[in-house]
Nanobody, 117 residues
């Protein structure tokens, strides 16, 4: 069974920080690319940050310099450290895995992040 479980969301004041976690099971974690996406009400799901199996990262312009994506292959867990949060960061944040070598894509159920002004 494939399972991706996000945690760490919550309510925070503007300028505050949160760290999200995505715990994976039932996948070939170490060879997979992973990413965080987010979706606000009435909007499309957007890429926030991605990380490859060798640790290369990429970030959306709207989080560059504020968010950091990382992974721990021994714990089968991906993280997103979010600093200097803004109200416009309010969204449901989703864990995404692109499994290799199967080329399958999996999604978590999401965790709510709410940033108040």
């Amino acid at each position: 069974q494939v399972q991706l479980v996000e945690s760490g969301g919550g309510l925070v004041q503007a300028g505050g920080s949160l760290m999200l976690s995505c715990a994976a099971s039932g996948i070939i974690f170490s060879s997979s690319s992973m990413a965080w996406y987010r979706q606000a009400p009435g909007k499309q799901r957007d890429l926030v940050a991605g990380i490859t199996r060798d640790g290369s990262t990429n970030y959306a312009d709207f989080v560059q310099g504020r968010f950091t994506i990382s992974r721990d292959n021994f714990k089968n867990t991906m993280y997103l450290q979010m600093n200097s949060l803004k109200p416009e960061d309010t969204a449901v944040y989703y864990c995404n895995v692109h499994e290799r070598p199967t080329m399958k894509i999996f999604w978590g159920q999401g965790t709510q992040v709410t940033v108040s002004s």
